[in-house]
């Protein structure tokens, strides 16, 4: 890779929990973007990897063996050491890169993710990659897990901009409001945004002031923006019904997507 100066924006996504949305919004936020920048998106959900199946992409080596070689740094023997650009793949898009996370979770990955000393270790390892990368791509977007843990810190500490994503639900919104308390020491000047997804395109009246009495209770914790994006149908679970695994954005919905993009990279 190229070494000059950083000049990218790291965007991370998490949420309170899976199943809000969260990797097929910041999948097709990269898609998007991909059409004027030179892109790039991690998937750091080690726990229950999207991206692979989302994009139909497999790759020889995953970020699981890249985070094995920083960790333990087999620098001699059979195993060979794996670089960044090993689990760098392409995707079929122009200008969009990968960094897949592998579907099958090994017996050797259960230590990187359940081993909390090993774990508390990761953020080097993910700050030596983003680093790199900065120097090569406008856009790096990182998919954390769904849930709380040293990866999504991490991704958090060395990211410019964190998005929450959460379903406009009373029990994602308690969930969205503890882990901005608990990530108030990694989101510490940085821009924090939150995403509801999934809303209906025509809310009743009671859902709207249900939703901007949310805005304000997220608002008290310190959150830049908030973020409304009305769908016309589930967008985590409308791939099951078509040949092509992305969602594809009605106009408006693509308007709302490309509008937050333009606003998140400026």
Known sequence: MNKKEPKSNVISF???RGGTGKSTLSSNIVKIASLKHKAILIDLDLYSPQLSYIFEKENEH???DYF????????SGSKRKIDLSDIICKSNFKNLDLILANPIISLSDKTILHDEIISKRIFPCIQHMVEILRADYDLILIDCPGELNFYTLNAIAVSDRAVGVSLPTRANIKGMIELMK???VALHGK???????M???RPSQRKIETLEKW???LKDHNISDFIFFYYSENIAYRHQFEDDFFYLPEEEEYKQLEEYLQKITE
């Open 14 to 16: 998490y949420s309170y």
């Open 62 to 64: 995953y970020i699981n």
């Open 68 to 75: 094995h070689t920083m960790l333990f740094q087999p620098d």
């Open 182 to 184: 608990i990530f108030n």
């Open 191 to 197: 821009i924090s945004d939150i995403i509801l997804t």
């Open 199 to 201: 809303i209906s395109t």
């Open 215 to 217: 805005k304000i209770e």
